[in-house]
């Protein structure tokens, strides 16, 4: 946002120099982000003189051409050669001189040198209004009058303006300072706590009377709920012409490009304080004032020539026939004002900030007036301002007020109020601020104090600060004013860490990362929006009805997604495209979709790796991450929340080459594998990614359903036995492990798988599984001889339901 030093020290003088107002403003919260020289004629006639044409005499060489001798107050005159049809002797005139640097039209700078010009010596230029900015004349040199004095400046002959345009990085939610009186009103409050000396002015409207009543237009406000309060007035007799120069130079100086007198002070109020403003060319209205809806797909054309098509929703300013201005956003083309306009209707509003920034959003608008209704105005200035900018364009166009000011509006909210505790300030902050510093800093922020006790004060917000509802929002606006600058250090580092229990979401959700950051894991947090081109990658994905935005930013980001994977091998392939091959990712993040009963949001976990398992070093091996690795960290997950009897199957998605399905009493717990190449290869990713996809919803319900287990470390050895079974290839290892559990529940503690083989020496469709069995009774040591026992059957029951048989 650009503010004008000048225009701000309308209303507060500081005693201090410029930079140390522009650190206060940053200490304050409104970080200013630089600040530049503006002039109202770019470089301030700098180097451009008053002269004195003595001789003017053709030139030898050029019909066209002049040689002139100026005298420009120096001990000896200048030669210039001038091409201009009207330079005659005894003319004063403007001479940049040589080295003066003059500005086109753009603001491209060029610099005066001494030159030949066909032959012959000039020393400067005698400029026309154009050339140095002061007009659009170039039909000949400016003559200026004949009683001033050779070598006067020029800049101060014309009244140029220097100010400082300062850049302010503002908070959305600083609603309150989008405007020179806003950002005056927070310098102020920072002198008043620092006790440094200021002088504040408002502009007032003691004045303000109605000339006539010849021109009543009535209001009628059909949506009462999106428009609060509407007001207007109107002028009459009016002549629309540019605005006088010191309205320009505020307008310029922040960026503005001036129109006419009236739309300047209604671009003026807005900037000055906060409040949008419209006027219409009041010949055009006819009948009443209507603010309401218009049905779906009405068409509207706006000021920039656009025919839209309106929703149903759109809030519009109608007459009793046609519609003029998509309220609180854009006008309308055909009831603008124009240099033929002689009477306005000037509304002053206080919207819906909702409802202006849906409409915004579906056309695609982002105007000054739509910025500021959507964070919310002040709804009390709008009396001031409707008046404030009557007085003015009375003034500038010379025309009178034709009606009295009309008020449609529903009651005004109740200040907010609070209570805030003198211990709660202390806890957030770290110090304790002495009681009247507290009460100066509310007064200052024009925070009335209702009652004050020894617990803690109650106070009411001004309605313009829309932005502070709560006792943790006046404590940051306490401390800003109070400056963080002024916070002591400590010797000791200390962390406030809100309490919860490990066995609510957000203790779930702490866990969750813990545990994963544990085995280096990396979190990812992508954009819900995505493009619906990945869906068509998965038919299964693709038949989901996906949530499709109404006013997307482009095709690429126009659908809520339905899967976690698509962003995720986004950033995949990012990181592979920078060398960075060996990935640990996760995602905490939801999926969308629509049903018959409406719109459902489905809470996911994903994780992925691809490339090596552990990051290069001299002593560890660079085995790359696989299935198995995968599977163990989803395992890893399940018991780390006591989850255990759950059942495995054969993955049936098709965003995978392979993998598992894990499901708990019949309902899908997480879907694990490859990632199928052709997804892959969508992304240019090209070694194996191994995925994986909980419902962290189900995962939530089911986590610590299951009683700690503590138990005393084992006394006596544990024993192993391996098998080296041979079975057909479609027998699982769970299967296997399963059967060895139903033989032997009592010592049997685990059963691990240690090799697989499939390959030569082997008969046509079987394979080699290597397991290992671990025994261990609490109470006494075990003995070969039973051990022995329970391996004989063991084996004889793989033999009989797998025809396993040992190599």
């Known amino acids: 946002m650009k503010i004008s030093y000048q225009w701000m020290s309308q209303f507060i003088q500081v005693d201090l120099p410029l930079n140390d107002q522009l650190e206060l403003l940053t200490d304050l919260g409104l970080e200013v982000e630089g600040h530049q020289l503006f002039e109202s004629v770019k470089g301030s006639l700098s180097g451009v003189v008053v002269g004195e044409v003595l001789s003017c005499v053709p030139h030898p060489n050029a019909d066209r051409l002049r040689v002139t001798q100026v005298n420009i107050g120096q001990e000896e005159n200048v030669q210039i050669v001038c091409g201009a049809p009207n330079v005659a002797q005894g003319q004063k005139v403007a001479v940049a001189t040589v080295g003066t640097t003059l500005y086109d039209a753009e603001g491209k700078a060029w610099a005066i040198k001494k030159s030949k010009i066909r032959g012959e010596l000039s ?44 850049e302010i990085g503002l908070t959305p939610n600083r609603a ?38 010849a021109l009543p237009i009535d209001i009628v406000v059909e949506q009462p709920s999106m428009a609060p309060s509407y007001r207007g007035i109107t002028l009459s007799n009016l002549t629309v012409k540019p605005s006088p120069q010191w309205l320009q130079n505020r307008l310029k100086a922040i960026g503005l490009a001036p129109k006419n007198n009236v739309v300047d002070v209604t671009n003026y109020i807005l900037h000055e304080l906060g409040q949008p ?9 006819n009948g009443k004032i ?22 149903a929703e759109d809030l519009m300013i109608c007459d009793d026939h046609e519609p003029h201005c998509i309220a609180g956003v854009f006008g309308g083309m055909d009831s603008g004002v124009t240099e033929n306009t002689k009477s306005v209707f000037l509304e002053c509003a206080y919207f819906d900030p909702i409802a202006i920034r ?22 009390e200035i709008g009396d001031f301002a409707l008046k404030r900018a009557a007085l003015l364009i009375k003034e500038l166009a010379e025309g009178e007020i034709s009606s009295d000011p009309v008020h449609v509006a529903q009651p005004l909210a109740e200040p907010s109020t609070l ?52 006792p943790a929002d006046v404590i940051e606006e306490i401390l800003r004013v109070y400056g963080y600058n002024n916070i002591a250090s400590v010797n000791r580092m200390t962390t406030f860490y809100p309490a919860f229990h490990h066995k609510t979401q957000h203790g779930f959700n702490q866990t969750l990362a813990n545990a994963l950051v544990g085995q280096g894991f990396q979190e990812i947090i992508n954009n819900s929006i995505t493009t619906p081109a990945y869906a068509a990658l998965s038919p299964q994905l693709s038949a989901l009805k996906a949530v499709e935005l109404l006013n997307p930013l482009g095709k690429e980001l126009s659908q809520m997604r339905v899967s976690l994977l698509f962003s995720l091998l986004e950033v995949v392939a990012f990181n592979h495209n920078r060398q960075q091959r060996d990935l640990k990712l996760y995602e905490l993040g939801k999926t969308y979709t629509q049903h018959e009963g409406g719109y459902q949001e489905n809470k996911q976990l994903a994780i992925a790796l691809s490339g090596r398992k552990e990051k290069e070093r001299w002593n560890s091996s660079l085995a790359k991450a696989d299935f198995y690795t995968l599977k163990g960290q989803v395992l890893s997950l399940l018991e780390r929340f006591g989850i255990e009897n759950y059942q495995t199957t054969e993955t049936t998605q098709d965003i995978f080459a392979y993998g598992l399905g894990i499901s708990l009493h019949k309902k899908p717990l997480v879907q694990l594998g490859e990632v199928a190449a052709s997804i892959s290869d969508h992304f240019s990713i090209d070694q194996p990614v191994f995925y994986a996809q909980f419902d962290a919803d189900a995962l939530y319900s089911y986590a610590h359903k299951t009683a700690v287990k503590v138990q005393d470390i084992p006394k006596f050895p544990s024993s192993r036995r391996d098998f080296a079974l041979l079975v057909d290839k479609e027998i699982t290892f769970e299967a296997l492990q399963k059967q060895a559990f139903q033989v032997e529940r009592k010592i049997l503690k685990n059963v691990d798988l240690f090799d697989v083989y499939e390959g030569k020496n082997l008969p046509v469709g079987k394979k080699s599984y290597g397991l290992s069995f671990h025994f261990l009774d609490e109470k006494k040591t075990l003995t070969d001889k039973y051990i022995d026992k329970v391996m004989q059957k063991m084996q004889q029951a793989f033999e009989k339901e797998f025809g396993a048989s040992l190599r």
């Open 123 to 166: 020393q400067g230029m005698i400029c026309a209004e154009d050339e140095l900015g002061l007009g659009d004349d170039h039909d000949g040199i400016m003559v200026l009058d004949n009683d001033l004095t050779p070598g006067t400046p020029c800049s101060t002959l014309f009244a140029i303006e220097q100010d400082q345009t300062i």
């Open 290 to 311: 209507r603010v309401k809806t218009l049905p779906e797909g009405t068409p509207f054309t706006t000021l920039d020539g656009v025919t839209r098509k309106l929703d």
């Open 176 to 213: 309150d300072a989008m405007s020179h009186m806003g950002v005056a009103r927070d310098l102020k409050a920072g002198c008043i706590q620092r006790n440094i000396p200021f002088q504040w002015s408002l502009p007032h409207t003691n004045h303000f009377k109605v000339d006539s009543t």
């Open 419 to 470: 209570f805030l505790k003198f211990s709660q300030i202390t806890k957030t902050i770290g110090q304790e601020i002495p009681k009247d510093e507290l009460i100066k800093i509310l007064n200052a922020l024009e925070i009335e104090i209702i009652n004050v006790t020894e617990e803690g004060f109650s106070m009411r917000i001004p309605r313009y600060r829309v932005d502070v509802t709560r």
């Open 358 to 379: 849906k409409t915004a959003k579906r056309h695609g608008l982002n105007t000054d007036a739509s910025f500021r209704y959507e964070r919310g105005i002040d709804p």
């Open 277 to 285: 403003l419209h006027a219409f060319d009041a010949d055009k209205i």
